[in-house]
Nanobody, 119 residues
Framework: QVQLVESGGGLVQPGGSLRLSCAASGSIVSLNMGWYRQAPGKQRELVAAITNGGNTNYADSVKERFTISRDNAKNTVYLQMNSLKPEDTAVYYC??????????????WGQGTQVTVSS
């Protein structure tokens, strides 16, 4: 019912920055939002998350470098990525979750956007 479309990926040199966007087809007001990434041969990992109340958490590997934010009026979530490293190279996926307490009732995924950090 909720479609997610990521944009903003691309090729960037180490130390550079990118800003990813995730546009939802409907309201995200009640949803917890997150950015995940997956590199070849590696598990998909949570990079950053933001709850419907605005609380955030980050993977240790990106803390102090990445910032997740949301604009509920635009039904959009952002991931600002600074000081990029080659190990940040991955496909980045937007996720939306509807929870009742600890139970995930709905789970939506975008198609992914490629981020490549290389000189």
């Amino acid at each position: 019912q909720v479609q997610l479309v990521e944009s903003g990926g691309g090729l960037v040199q180490p130390g550079g920055s990118l800003r990813l966007s995730c546009a939802a087809s409907g309201s995200i007001v009640s949803l917890n939002m997150g950015w995940y990434r997956q590199a070849p041969g590696k598990q998909r990992e949570l990079v950053a998350a933001i709850t419907n109340g605005g609380n955030t958490n980050y993977a240790d590997s990106v803390k102090e470098r990445f910032t997740i934010s949301r604009d509920n009026a635009k039904n959009t979530v952002y991931l600002q990525m600074n000081s990029l490293k080659p190990e940040d190279t991955a496909v980045y996926y937007c996720n939306a979750g509807l929870f009742r307490g600890l139970q995930r009732l709905r789970d939506y995924w975008g198609q992914g956007t490629q981020v490549t950090v290389s000189s």
